[in-house]
């Protein structure tokens, strides 16, 4: 199958949109966009994160050993936009403070976060799969609305978000956490360059390579 094809399949699924960040050996925030991530395990609480091999933020987090996964609110797109790009300094103006293991936590644009040490690497293709062990983490308030990744593009949930827990309404069924996203936009090669779609609202096309 070629490359294009398979991304459109994979677009297919809508994603969470999340900046993945860390720290590195001299103590200087690193991130990148990913959409490529899904829950594994609840006893013990575990993730997972795909990563291009060759991002600069990978070696980071490989040398760390930790990461903060920070997903994104719909007003988030233009965050987005800026860590998949090649650009001096992506925290450059971004506020931030450092979360409970000293990762470097999103202000204002973060619906939730998690805060994990990685647990086990895997190479996967022209990927690695980072499975993860959560450590601290802060839920979203209610009716909030994420940033979602579909179709190549970035977009914020469409309509009114309803929160069962809080309303007092009976849980969805229970669904395996399987890993199903797509390569979603993460870094491609050692400047993690995503080249985004020409649109007026900056919304994303990953893994277009110009």
Same mark, same amino acid.
């Given at each position: 199958m070629d490359t294009r094809t398979f991304f459109d399949i994979m677009g297919t699924a809508p994603a969470a949109v999340t900046i993945v960040t860390t720290t590195d050996r001299l103590g200087r925030p690193q991130g990148l966009t990913v959409a490529a991530l899904c829950s594994v395990s609840a006893d013990p609480p575990l993730l997972l994160v795909c990563i291009e091999r060759r991002s600069?933020?990978?070696r980071a987090i490989r040398e760390r050993g930790a990461f903060a996964v920070n997903f994104l609110s719909g007003e988030g797109k233009n965050v987005a936009a800026r860590f998949a790009e090649t650009v001096p300094d992506r925290f450059d103006g971004l506020d931030w403070h450092p979360g409970r293991l000293g990762l470097p936590i999103l202000d204002t644009v973060t619906l939730a976060h998690a805060e994990c040490r990685t647990t086990e690497v895997l190479e996967a293709g022209d990927h690695v799969v980072l499975i993860a062990l959560v450590e601290a983490g802060a839920? #979203?308030?209610p009716h909030t609305r994420p940033l979602m990744y579909f179709r190549?593009?970035?977009?914020p949930w469409p309509g009114e978000v309803e929160d069962a827990r809080a309303g007092g309404e009976a849980e969805g069924p229970e669904l395996s956490a399987? #890993?199903?996203?797509?390569?979603?936009?993460?870094?491609?090669g050692a400047d993690e360059v995503t080249a985004t779609a020409p649109h007026p609202d900056w919304l994303h096309a990953a893994h277009s390579r110009r």
């Open positions: 600069r933020t990978l839920a #979203p308030a190549h593009r970035f977009g399987q #890993p199903r996203r797509s390569h979603g936009a993460g870094g491609n």
